[in-house]
């Protein structure tokens, strides 16, 4: 538990029934007020409440500025995500790929339902966007995934389907032969494992959850790290983003 004194600038912990005091310019304050937003955000439906170019984007902002940061130094040929939507993502990928003059954007949804796909295929960007309906792990649909890329490819994925341990884990193992040396499997929304007890939360998160996929898997392909891209720019002192996606950014070491 938190409690804030804004005037003073002070930051009271309480764990184990002991109370601690720290300064609100300490990295343990920014912390503890950044989770204690996330999860007053998450209430809220906060990221149920931003579109991208026309489309909703149910994305945290800070996660896409920093997901840009990576793409525009990796310049990936191609950007898998699965988890379409209302395809807020995928144009806000394919919007970066068309300024930085490369690559193309592959989403994969198990239902893309009509009035999303008959906005996302009259969007301007939409010649950068391949459509894929079906389960992301039905070996059929990561079959036309693959066919759709070609050999030598850099491939970036972000899996932001269906949130299930076990399901994530599937799309890991499933996605990784794609992605190259020095780029990412991106496991989004392993913050449910934070929000025991918030609204529209189940018992089981705490475990079932993206980010128990990431460790999993990292567990299992010792070629594979969790490893939070650095910042591209940083004059501050946060050194960890503030993001919906804990231990999400799964690196191919080798
Ligand atoms: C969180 S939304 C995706 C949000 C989107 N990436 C964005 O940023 O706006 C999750 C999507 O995953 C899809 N989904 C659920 N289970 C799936 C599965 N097995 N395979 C592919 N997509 C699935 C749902 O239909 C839903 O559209």
């Not at 804004?6 to 601690?20: A, P, T």
């Not at 990295?27 to 931003?50: N, Q």
């Amino acid at each position: 538990m938190i409690r804030i004194d804004e005037e003073k600038g002070r930051v009271f912990i309480e764990e184990d029934g002991v109370e601690r005091e720290v300064a609100m310019d300490s990295p343990e304050a920014f912390r503890r007020i950044s989770r204690a937003w996330l999860r007053a955000g998450w209430d809220h439906k906060y990221v149920y409440s931003f579109t991208w170019l026309g489309r909703p984007i149910i994305q945290l902002p800070e996660d896409m500025l920093r997901l840009q940061e990576v793409i525009v130094a990796l310049r990936p040929d191609v950007i898998v995500e699965t988890g379409v939507a209302h395809g807020g993502s995928l144009v806000f990928y394919a919007s970066l790929c068309q300024l930085l003059g490369t690559g193309r954007v592959i989403g994969v949804d198990v239902e893309i339902r009509p009035h999303n796909r008959e906005a996302i295929e009259a969007h301007s960007l939409f010649p950068l966007i391949t459509l894929i309906e079906g389960s992301s792990v039905d070996p059929e649909v990561v079959a036309r995934v693959r066919d759709e890329i070609d050999e030598g490819a850099k491939v970036l994925v972000v899996l932001d389907s269906h949130h299930a341990r076990d399901h994530v884990l599937a799309e890991l193992e499933a996605y990784a032969p794609l992605v190259n040396v020095g780029s990412y499997l991106i496991a989004a929304d392993g913050i449910m494992g934070d929000l025991a007890g918030a609204p529209r939360t189940a018992e089981d998160w705490t475990w079932n959850n993206p980010a128990e996929a990431a460790r999993e898997f990292v567990r299992r392909h010792p070629n594979f790290a969790i490893e939070a891209p650095a910042f591209a720019f940083n004059e501050g002192s946060v050194e960890r983003a503030v993001t919906y996606w804990p231990d999400g950014y799964i690196l191919r070491k080798r």
